[in-house]
Nanobody, 122 residues
Framework: QVQLVESGGGLVQAGGSLRLSCAASGRSFSPYFMGWFRQAPGSEREFVATITWSAGNTYYADFVKGRFTISRDNIANTVYLQMNSLKPDDTAVYYC???????????????WGQGTQVTVSS
């Protein structure tokens, strides 16, 4: 069984930065995608970014392009989300997720973390 544990959330002022981490554990952990999603109060969960575990190809939602960067450390089984130029609209619970097979970058993820709160004050 795969476990994903996020960390790094917190309270930051608009324009500031945060770095989220997601540590994965489990036997033979080898996903195709490792991604980040977020869910704001009263809103549906939405795709933020993902990275292919093997090649390191990255994909982003339009609303974070140029501000957020996803990366991974295959040795440490950890994926990161560097978030810069944060806005109050970025306030949400951020979830790490893993997808076992190739396909849609934003759908049908198999494993999820518990989430970490990011709050951006104006």
């Amino acid at each position: 069984q795969v476990q994903l544990v996020e960390s790094g959330g917190g309270l930051v002022q608009a324009g500031g930065s945060l770095r989220l981490s997601c540590a994965a554990s489990g036997r033979s952990f080898s996903p195709y995608f490792m991604g980040w999603f977020r869910q704001a109060p009263g809103s549906e969960r939405e795709f933020v970014a993902t990275i292919t575990w093997s090649a390191g190809n990255t994909y982003y939602a339009d609303f974070v392009k140029g501000r957020f960067t996803i990366s991974r450390d295959n040795i440490a089984n950890t994926v990161y989300l560097q978030m810069n130029s944060l806005k109050p609209d970025d306030t949400a619970v951020y979830y790490c997720a893993a997808r076992r097979r190739a396909g849609s970058v934003s759908l049908n993820y198999d494993y999820w973390g518990q989430g970490t709160q990011v709050t951006v004050s104006s």
